[in-house]
Protein backbone atom coordinates (compact mmCIF):
# COMPACT_ATOMS: atom_id res chain seq x y z
CA UNK A 1 0.00 0.00 0.00
CA UNK A 2 1.21 3.24 -0.66
CA UNK A 3 1.99 6.13 1.98
CA UNK A 4 0.90 9.14 1.57
CA UNK A 5 1.00 12.73 3.78
CA UNK A 6 -2.58 12.78 6.28
CA UNK A 7 -3.87 16.59 6.61
CA UNK A 8 -4.79 17.95 9.91
CA UNK A 9 -8.25 16.14 10.21
CA UNK A 10 -11.59 18.80 10.15
CA UNK A 11 -11.69 18.27 13.73
CA UNK A 12 -8.60 17.37 15.18
CA UNK A 13 -10.14 17.13 19.13
CA UNK A 14 -13.02 15.19 18.06
CA UNK A 15 -12.16 13.14 14.79
CA UNK A 16 -8.88 11.53 16.12
CA UNK A 17 -10.42 8.42 17.84
CA UNK A 18 -14.27 8.64 17.49
CA UNK A 19 -16.31 5.39 17.66
CA UNK A 20 -19.72 5.16 15.49
CA UNK A 21 -20.29 1.72 16.19
CA UNK A 22 -23.46 0.87 18.57
CA UNK A 23 -24.47 4.21 18.04
CA UNK A 24 -27.70 2.99 15.58
CA UNK A 25 -24.90 4.56 12.72
CA UNK A 26 -26.14 3.03 9.58
CA UNK A 27 -23.17 3.02 8.27
CA UNK A 28 -21.07 1.36 10.53
CA UNK A 29 -23.99 -1.37 12.46
CA UNK A 30 -26.14 -2.43 9.55
CA UNK A 31 -23.24 -4.71 8.30
CA UNK A 32 -21.29 -5.45 12.17
CA UNK A 33 -22.15 -8.88 11.78
CA UNK A 34 -21.08 -9.48 8.28
CA UNK A 35 -17.92 -11.50 7.05
CA UNK A 36 -16.00 -13.70 7.93
CA UNK A 37 -14.12 -12.29 11.11
CA UNK A 38 -14.07 -9.03 12.70
CA UNK A 39 -16.99 -7.11 11.75
CA UNK A 40 -15.51 -5.26 7.92
CA UNK A 41 -14.94 -1.72 7.28
CA UNK A 42 -17.60 0.17 6.56
CA UNK A 43 -16.75 2.81 3.26
CA UNK A 44 -20.02 2.87 1.86
CA UNK A 45 -23.30 5.21 2.72
CA UNK A 46 -22.58 8.50 2.11
CA UNK A 47 -22.31 10.16 5.60
CA UNK A 48 -18.61 10.93 6.81
CA UNK A 49 -16.91 10.03 10.15
CA UNK A 50 -16.28 13.50 10.85
CA UNK A 51 -17.98 15.62 13.99
CA UNK A 52 -19.84 18.24 12.13
CA UNK A 53 -18.36 21.74 12.66
CA UNK A 54 -18.61 22.78 16.46
CA UNK A 55 -20.49 25.51 15.92
CA UNK A 56 -23.29 22.94 14.27
CA UNK A 57 -22.75 20.55 17.29
CA UNK A 58 -23.15 24.09 19.66
CA UNK A 59 -26.61 24.69 17.93
CA UNK A 60 -28.03 21.80 17.46
CA UNK A 61 -27.56 21.16 21.81
CA UNK A 62 -28.50 24.25 22.52
CA UNK A 63 -31.88 23.65 20.76
CA UNK A 64 -31.75 19.76 22.68
CA UNK A 65 -31.28 22.11 26.20
CA UNK A 66 -34.32 23.81 25.50
CA UNK A 67 -36.36 20.61 26.03
CA UNK A 68 -39.08 21.49 23.92
CA UNK A 69 -39.35 20.08 20.33
CA UNK A 70 -42.73 21.65 18.81
CA UNK A 71 -43.02 22.76 15.36
CA UNK A 72 -40.87 25.01 13.97
CA UNK A 73 -40.36 27.29 11.56
CA UNK A 74 -37.06 28.85 9.68
CA UNK A 75 -36.53 32.19 11.11
CA UNK A 76 -35.93 35.35 9.07
CA UNK A 77 -32.18 34.53 9.72
CA UNK A 78 -32.43 31.46 8.17
CA UNK A 79 -34.57 32.54 5.36
CA UNK A 80 -32.16 35.25 4.79
CA UNK A 81 -28.90 33.00 4.90
CA UNK A 82 -30.45 30.44 2.55
CA UNK A 83 -30.97 32.94 -0.07
CA UNK A 84 -27.45 34.04 0.16
CA UNK A 85 -26.46 30.35 -0.62
CA UNK A 86 -28.68 30.12 -2.91
CA UNK A 87 -27.22 33.52 -4.90
CA UNK A 88 -23.46 33.39 -4.17
CA UNK A 89 -23.01 29.18 -4.37
CA UNK A 90 -25.91 28.38 -6.78
CA UNK A 91 -26.08 31.07 -9.48
CA UNK A 92 -29.75 32.12 -8.85
CA UNK A 93 -30.53 35.83 -9.02
CA UNK A 94 -31.61 37.57 -6.21
CA UNK A 95 -35.11 37.47 -6.81
CA UNK A 96 -35.59 33.90 -7.86
CA UNK A 97 -33.30 32.97 -4.79
CA UNK A 98 -36.85 33.93 -2.84
CA UNK A 99 -38.90 31.35 -4.42
CA UNK A 100 -38.32 28.57 -1.95
CA UNK A 101 -39.72 25.81 -0.32
CA UNK A 102 -38.24 23.76 2.78
CA UNK A 103 -37.85 20.27 2.57
CA UNK A 104 -37.44 17.35 5.04
CA UNK A 105 -34.09 15.94 2.85
CA UNK A 106 -33.69 15.72 -0.66
CA UNK A 107 -35.02 12.35 -1.40
CA UNK A 108 -39.04 13.67 -0.36
CA UNK A 109 -37.92 16.64 -3.19
CA UNK A 110 -37.40 14.05 -6.29
CA UNK A 111 -40.59 12.77 -5.03
CA UNK A 112 -42.36 15.91 -4.82
CA UNK A 113 -40.81 16.56 -8.39
CA UNK A 114 -41.49 13.93 -10.31
CA UNK A 115 -44.90 14.49 -9.18
CA UNK A 116 -44.96 17.89 -10.02
CA UNK A 117 -44.36 17.19 -13.61
CA UNK A 118 -47.63 15.09 -13.45
CA UNK A 119 -49.76 17.89 -12.25
CA UNK A 120 -48.00 20.51 -14.46
CA UNK A 121 -48.64 18.26 -17.99
CA UNK A 122 -52.07 16.55 -16.62
CA UNK A 123 -50.65 13.16 -17.72
CA UNK A 124 -48.55 10.40 -16.55
CA UNK A 125 -45.25 11.13 -17.50
CA UNK A 126 -41.75 9.27 -17.81
CA UNK A 127 -38.92 10.23 -15.85
CA UNK A 128 -34.98 10.27 -17.16
CA UNK A 129 -32.16 10.17 -15.87
CA UNK A 130 -28.61 9.57 -16.34
CA UNK A 131 -26.65 6.39 -15.08
CA UNK A 132 -25.29 5.36 -12.61
CA UNK A 133 -26.76 7.52 -10.43
CA UNK A 134 -28.04 7.51 -6.57
CA UNK A 135 -30.34 5.24 -6.08
CA UNK A 136 -33.26 7.77 -4.96
CA UNK A 137 -33.18 9.09 -8.61
CA UNK A 138 -34.46 6.08 -9.65
CA UNK A 139 -36.22 5.46 -6.76
CA UNK A 140 -38.84 8.33 -7.19
CA UNK A 141 -40.41 6.73 -10.52
CA UNK A 142 -41.08 3.20 -8.73
CA UNK A 143 -42.48 5.20 -5.52
CA UNK A 144 -45.10 7.11 -7.59
CA UNK A 145 -45.90 4.22 -10.47
CA UNK A 146 -43.91 6.24 -13.25
CA UNK A 147 -41.57 4.54 -15.85
CA UNK A 148 -38.24 5.92 -16.54
CA UNK A 149 -35.92 6.41 -19.02
CA UNK A 150 -32.05 5.29 -17.74
CA UNK A 151 -29.87 7.46 -20.12
CA UNK A 152 -26.18 5.57 -19.54
CA UNK A 153 -22.92 7.96 -18.82
CA UNK A 154 -20.67 7.55 -22.06
CA UNK A 155 -17.42 6.26 -20.14
CA UNK A 156 -13.86 6.92 -21.68
CA UNK A 157 -10.48 5.27 -20.03
CA UNK A 158 -6.80 6.99 -19.32
CA UNK A 159 -5.05 4.12 -17.56
CA UNK A 160 -6.88 2.66 -14.72
CA UNK A 161 -9.04 6.22 -14.34
CA UNK A 162 -12.31 6.00 -15.88
CA UNK A 163 -13.85 9.50 -16.36
CA UNK A 164 -17.84 10.11 -17.63
CA UNK A 165 -19.47 12.13 -20.25
CA UNK A 166 -22.85 12.69 -21.16
CA UNK A 167 -24.10 10.96 -24.15
CA UNK A 168 -25.83 14.02 -25.79
CA UNK A 169 -27.17 11.74 -28.87
CA UNK A 170 -28.92 9.29 -26.40
CA UNK A 171 -30.17 12.25 -24.07
CA UNK A 172 -31.79 14.32 -27.06
CA UNK A 173 -33.55 11.31 -28.64
CA UNK A 174 -35.01 10.45 -24.69
CA UNK A 175 -35.79 14.26 -23.56
CA UNK A 176 -38.04 14.17 -28.01
CA UNK A 177 -39.60 11.53 -26.39
CA UNK A 178 -43.45 13.12 -25.76
CA UNK A 179 -44.12 11.36 -22.73
CA UNK A 180 -40.51 12.34 -21.00
CA UNK A 181 -41.64 15.57 -18.90
CA UNK A 182 -38.77 15.61 -16.26
CA UNK A 183 -35.20 15.35 -15.97
CA UNK A 184 -33.85 14.51 -12.37
CA UNK A 185 -30.02 15.30 -13.20
CA UNK A 186 -27.26 15.41 -10.57
CA UNK A 187 -24.44 18.35 -10.45
CA UNK A 188 -21.93 17.39 -9.26
CA UNK A 189 -22.66 13.88 -9.84
CA UNK A 190 -23.28 10.97 -7.68
CA UNK A 191 -21.64 8.67 -7.78
CA UNK A 192 -19.64 9.66 -10.64
CA UNK A 193 -18.03 12.73 -9.27
CA UNK A 194 -18.18 15.08 -12.22
CA UNK A 195 -18.99 18.49 -12.34
CA UNK A 196 -20.14 19.92 -15.33
CA UNK A 197 -19.21 22.15 -17.43
CA UNK A 198 -20.98 25.21 -17.90
CA UNK A 199 -21.04 24.66 -21.37
CA UNK A 200 -22.41 21.38 -20.33
CA UNK A 201 -25.15 22.77 -18.05
CA UNK A 202 -26.12 25.10 -20.83
CA UNK A 203 -26.49 22.54 -23.45
CA UNK A 204 -28.50 20.22 -21.09
CA UNK A 205 -30.63 22.86 -20.34
CA UNK A 206 -31.56 24.28 -23.77
CA UNK A 207 -32.12 20.81 -24.46
CA UNK A 208 -35.28 20.64 -21.67
CA UNK A 209 -36.71 24.11 -22.98
CA UNK A 210 -36.55 22.49 -26.22
CA UNK A 211 -38.59 19.47 -25.04
CA UNK A 212 -40.65 21.22 -22.54
CA UNK A 213 -38.83 18.70 -19.81
CA UNK A 214 -39.24 20.03 -16.16
CA UNK A 215 -35.15 20.25 -14.95
CA UNK A 216 -34.75 19.47 -11.27
CA UNK A 217 -30.80 19.41 -10.64
CA UNK A 218 -30.39 18.37 -7.22
CA UNK A 219 -26.99 20.18 -6.32
CA UNK A 220 -26.47 18.63 -2.89
CA UNK A 221 -22.49 17.80 -3.40
CA UNK A 222 -21.70 21.80 -4.53
CA UNK A 223 -19.60 22.63 -1.91
CA UNK A 224 -17.36 19.27 -1.47
CA UNK A 225 -15.40 20.28 -5.16
CA UNK A 226 -12.48 19.65 -4.41
CA UNK A 227 -10.47 21.80 -6.49
CA UNK A 228 -12.81 24.60 -8.28
CA UNK A 229 -10.15 25.98 -9.30
CA UNK A 230 -10.14 23.43 -12.18
CA UNK A 231 -13.47 22.98 -12.19
CA UNK A 232 -15.58 25.58 -11.80
CA UNK A 233 -19.37 24.85 -10.87
CA UNK A 234 -22.30 26.02 -12.27
CA UNK A 235 -25.59 26.04 -10.76
CA UNK A 236 -28.79 25.46 -13.27
CA UNK A 237 -29.96 28.60 -11.29
CA UNK A 238 -27.13 30.80 -12.95
CA UNK A 239 -28.39 29.85 -16.43
CA UNK A 240 -31.90 31.59 -16.24
CA UNK A 241 -30.83 34.55 -18.04
CA UNK A 242 -29.29 33.05 -20.87
CA UNK A 243 -31.52 30.20 -21.54
CA UNK A 244 -34.67 32.01 -22.45
CA UNK A 245 -37.62 28.94 -20.40
CA UNK A 246 -35.62 27.48 -18.42
CA UNK A 247 -37.02 29.47 -15.04
CA UNK A 248 -40.37 28.21 -15.94
CA UNK A 249 -38.59 24.38 -15.71
CA UNK A 250 -36.47 24.34 -13.02
CA UNK A 251 -36.04 22.87 -10.17
CA UNK A 252 -33.18 23.00 -7.57
CA UNK A 253 -32.68 21.55 -5.05
CA UNK A 254 -29.95 21.39 -1.71
CA UNK A 255 -28.80 21.11 1.42
CA UNK A 256 -25.92 21.18 4.03
CA UNK A 257 -26.15 17.51 4.68
CA UNK A 258 -23.26 16.27 2.91
CA UNK A 259 -21.18 19.01 3.47
CA UNK A 260 -21.23 19.23 7.39
CA UNK A 261 -22.30 16.08 8.01
CA UNK A 262 -25.67 16.42 9.21
CA UNK A 263 -27.83 14.18 6.96
CA UNK A 264 -29.56 12.55 10.02
CA UNK A 265 -31.03 16.28 10.92
CA UNK A 266 -33.50 16.27 7.53
CA UNK A 267 -33.60 19.79 6.31
CA UNK A 268 -33.02 20.18 2.95
CA UNK A 269 -33.98 22.88 0.01
CA UNK A 270 -35.99 23.45 -2.95
CA UNK A 271 -35.71 26.60 -5.37
CA UNK A 272 -38.41 27.00 -7.79
CA UNK A 273 -38.55 30.50 -9.52
CA UNK A 274 -41.46 29.70 -11.71
CA UNK A 275 -44.64 30.74 -9.48
CA UNK A 276 -47.11 28.13 -11.43
CA UNK A 277 -44.50 25.14 -10.93
CA UNK A 278 -43.81 25.86 -7.26
CA UNK A 279 -47.21 25.47 -6.58
CA UNK A 280 -47.46 22.23 -8.19
CA UNK A 281 -44.39 21.26 -6.21
CA UNK A 282 -45.62 22.34 -3.29
CA UNK A 283 -49.32 20.62 -3.38
CA UNK A 284 -47.43 17.29 -4.61
CA UNK A 285 -45.55 17.30 -1.16
CA UNK A 286 -47.92 18.54 0.59
CA UNK A 287 -47.64 15.22 3.04
CA UNK A 288 -43.91 16.02 3.77
CA UNK A 289 -42.59 15.58 7.29
CA UNK A 290 -41.90 18.63 9.60
CA UNK A 291 -38.16 19.95 9.41
CA UNK A 292 -37.24 19.45 12.93
CA UNK A 293 -36.21 22.89 15.18
CA UNK A 294 -32.68 20.86 14.73
CA UNK A 295 -32.65 20.48 11.21
CA UNK A 296 -33.05 24.60 10.96
CA UNK A 297 -30.50 25.09 13.92
CA UNK A 298 -28.11 22.78 12.46
CA UNK A 299 -28.75 24.32 8.86
CA UNK A 300 -28.70 28.36 9.78
CA UNK A 301 -24.91 27.88 12.08
CA UNK A 302 -23.59 25.90 8.56
CA UNK A 303 -24.59 28.88 6.66
CA UNK A 304 -23.72 31.86 8.50
CA UNK A 305 -20.83 31.00 10.97
CA UNK A 306 -17.29 31.85 10.02
CA UNK A 307 -15.64 28.94 11.44
CA UNK A 308 -18.08 27.07 9.68
CA UNK A 309 -15.97 27.79 6.17
CA UNK A 310 -12.96 26.71 8.16
CA UNK A 311 -13.93 23.74 8.73
CA UNK A 312 -14.96 22.87 5.29
CA UNK A 313 -11.63 24.40 3.78
CA UNK A 314 -10.01 21.63 6.69
CA UNK A 315 -12.12 19.33 5.26
CA UNK A 316 -11.79 19.78 1.82
CA UNK A 317 -7.69 19.17 2.63
CA UNK A 318 -8.88 16.36 4.00
CA UNK A 319 -10.54 14.79 1.38
CA UNK A 320 -8.69 15.63 -1.48
CA UNK A 321 -5.75 13.49 0.45
CA UNK A 322 -7.63 10.84 0.77
CA UNK A 323 -8.93 10.95 -2.76
CA UNK A 324 -5.94 10.89 -4.11
CA UNK A 325 -4.89 8.00 -1.61
CA UNK A 326 -7.08 5.73 -3.30
CA UNK A 327 -5.61 6.63 -6.51
CA UNK A 328 -1.96 5.75 -5.97
CA UNK A 329 -3.03 2.57 -3.68
CA UNK A 330 -5.14 1.44 -6.64
CA UNK A 331 -2.85 2.43 -9.34
CA UNK A 332 0.38 0.51 -7.54
CA UNK A 333 -1.64 -2.36 -7.20
CA UNK A 334 -1.04 -4.82 -10.62
CA UNK A 335 -4.11 -7.33 -9.99
CA UNK A 336 -6.28 -3.72 -9.24
CA UNK A 337 -4.96 -2.31 -13.06
CA UNK A 338 -6.15 -5.11 -14.63
CA UNK A 339 -9.51 -5.98 -13.10
CA UNK A 340 -10.48 -2.60 -12.06
CA UNK A 341 -11.01 1.16 -13.47
CA UNK A 342 -11.79 3.85 -11.12
CA UNK A 343 -12.94 7.46 -10.65
CA UNK A 344 -10.88 10.55 -9.46
CA UNK A 345 -13.84 12.62 -8.59
CA UNK A 346 -13.92 16.24 -9.08
CA UNK A 347 -16.22 16.40 -6.25
CA UNK A 348 -17.80 14.62 -3.08
CA UNK A 349 -16.46 12.01 -0.90
CA UNK A 350 -17.51 8.83 -3.32
CA UNK A 351 -14.97 6.70 -6.12
CA UNK A 352 -16.61 4.41 -7.99
CA UNK A 353 -15.25 1.60 -9.08
CA UNK A 354 -15.62 -0.66 -12.22
CA UNK A 355 -15.32 -4.01 -11.51
CA UNK A 356 -16.81 -5.63 -14.85
CA UNK A 357 -13.54 -7.69 -15.03
CA UNK A 358 -12.98 -8.77 -11.43
CA UNK A 359 -16.88 -9.82 -11.82
CA UNK A 360 -15.82 -11.68 -14.82
CA UNK A 361 -13.46 -13.70 -12.96
CA UNK A 362 -15.63 -14.26 -9.77
CA UNK A 363 -18.78 -14.53 -10.96
CA UNK A 364 -20.44 -12.81 -8.07
CA UNK A 365 -20.96 -8.84 -7.57
CA UNK A 366 -18.74 -6.94 -5.98
CA UNK A 367 -20.15 -5.95 -3.17
CA UNK A 368 -20.78 -9.57 -1.98
CA UNK A 369 -16.97 -9.89 -2.67
CA UNK A 370 -15.40 -7.26 -0.82
CA UNK A 371 -17.59 -7.68 1.98
CA UNK A 372 -16.35 -11.19 2.65
CA UNK A 373 -13.15 -9.93 2.92
CA UNK A 374 -13.30 -7.20 5.38
CA UNK A 375 -15.15 -3.97 3.55
CA UNK A 376 -18.44 -2.75 2.80
CA UNK A 377 -18.38 -0.88 0.00
CA UNK A 378 -21.84 0.81 -1.80
CA UNK A 379 -23.63 -2.15 -4.24
CA UNK A 380 -23.33 -0.91 -7.60
CA UNK A 381 -26.88 -2.50 -8.53
CA UNK A 382 -28.84 0.09 -7.34
CA UNK A 383 -27.54 2.71 -9.03
CA UNK A 384 -28.18 0.80 -12.15
CA UNK A 385 -24.85 -0.43 -12.35
CA UNK A 386 -24.53 -3.61 -10.57
CA UNK A 387 -20.83 -4.66 -11.94
CA UNK A 388 -19.66 -1.68 -10.43
CA UNK A 389 -19.30 -0.21 -6.48
CA UNK A 390 -18.42 2.89 -4.68
CA UNK A 391 -16.15 3.82 -2.17
CA UNK A 392 -16.91 6.25 0.83
CA UNK A 393 -13.34 8.23 1.51
CA UNK A 394 -14.91 10.58 3.83
CA UNK A 395 -13.29 8.98 6.89
CA UNK A 396 -9.34 8.73 9.15
CA UNK A 397 -7.02 7.68 7.16
CA UNK A 398 -6.37 4.81 9.50
CA UNK A 399 -10.39 3.51 8.62
CA UNK A 400 -9.82 4.18 4.73
CA UNK A 401 -6.54 2.29 4.94
CA UNK A 402 -8.18 -0.84 6.72
CA UNK A 403 -11.00 -0.59 4.19
CA UNK A 404 -8.63 -0.39 1.69
CA UNK A 405 -6.78 -3.52 2.62
CA UNK A 406 -9.67 -5.50 2.64
CA UNK A 407 -9.95 -4.26 -1.27
CA UNK A 408 -6.27 -5.06 -1.82
CA UNK A 409 -7.39 -8.80 -0.18
CA UNK A 410 -10.21 -8.96 -2.23
CA UNK A 411 -7.82 -8.84 -5.28
CA UNK A 412 -5.59 -11.47 -4.08
CA UNK A 413 -8.27 -14.37 -3.61
CA UNK A 414 -9.75 -12.97 -7.05
Known amino acids: MTIASTPELPNPSLDASSSRRGTMSRKWDRYASRGSGAAPTPLWVADMDFAAPRAVVDAVTTVARRGVYGYADPSPAMEAAAREVLVARHGFGASDATSTRWLPGLNPGLNHAARAATRKYGTA ?108 FCGAGSLCDDVEGLRE ?70 LRANRDHIAETLAANATARELLTWTVPDASYLTWVNCERLVDRIGRSPFDHFIDHGVVLSDGAPFSAPRSCRINFGTRRDILDRGLRGIELGLENA
Open 125 to 232: VTVASCTPIYPPFLYASRNNAMNRIEVPLARRREGGVERYDVDWEALDETLARDEVKILLWCNPHNPVGRVWTRAEMTRVASMCVARDVILCSDEVWRDLILDEAATP
Open 249 to 318: RLIVLTSPSKTYNVAGCDVALACVPDKALRLHFARAGSDKAEITPFGYAACLAAYTDPSCEEWRQRLLTY
